[in-house]
């Protein structure tokens, strides 16, 4: 995977995160979460997730926006500025796979849940015109 081929905007497919023994929960924003991820060529990234439906959810909104790079199969977000200010200043730092239209970046919380941090897997599909048509309508 080259930084070329992850420039662009992904919108989110899951959140997910990876219990004790390894079976699969929802994340901190439910169960259907959406999302976009914006890798600009010059190196800016921007992510806003956010809850959707009633279900229940740890979070409503989690966004943050900073400097990106790749190294490997290292992605790593320089957070500039966040919704949840303890992340403002951190480094950020994912195993990244990029499989045809598919992002699936994987990393430990930032903040433990009851006492452990749990890894986290998020997994972004390459957005298409429909989905910036969708926006532009709003």
């Known amino acids: 995977m080259t930084p070329l081929e992850v420039?662009?905007?992904?919108?989110?497919?899951?959140?997910?995160?990876?219990?004790?023994?390894?079976?699969t929960v929802a994340g901190p924003l439910g169960e259907a979460p959406d999302g976009l991820l914006i890798y600009t060529a010059d190196g800016h990234v921007a992510v806003s997730m956010m809850k959707t439906g009633d279900g229940p959810a740890r979070e409503t909104f989690?966004?943050?926006?900073?400097?990106?790079?790749?190294?490997?199969d290292e992605m790593t977000h320089e957070v500039v500025v966040s919704a949840h200010p303890r992340m403002a200043g951190t480094r950020q730092v994912r195993r990244?796979?990029?499989?045809?239209?598919?992002?699936?970046?994987?990393?430990?919380?930032?903040?433990?849940?009851?006492?452990r941090a749990p890894e986290r897997v998020l997994t972004w599909r390459r957005a298409r015109d429909e989905d910036t048509r969708q926006l532009e309508k709003e």
């Open 62 to 72: 989690m966004g943050y926006s900073g400097r990106w790079r790749l190294a490997g």
């Open 96 to 115: 990244a796979a990029l499989d045809g239209r598919t992002l699936s970046l994987r990393g430990t919380a930032v903040n433990p849940v009851g006492g």
């Open 7 to 23: 420039v662009g905007v992904w919108r989110l497919a899951s959140y997910t995160e990876l219990d004790e023994d390894g079976s």
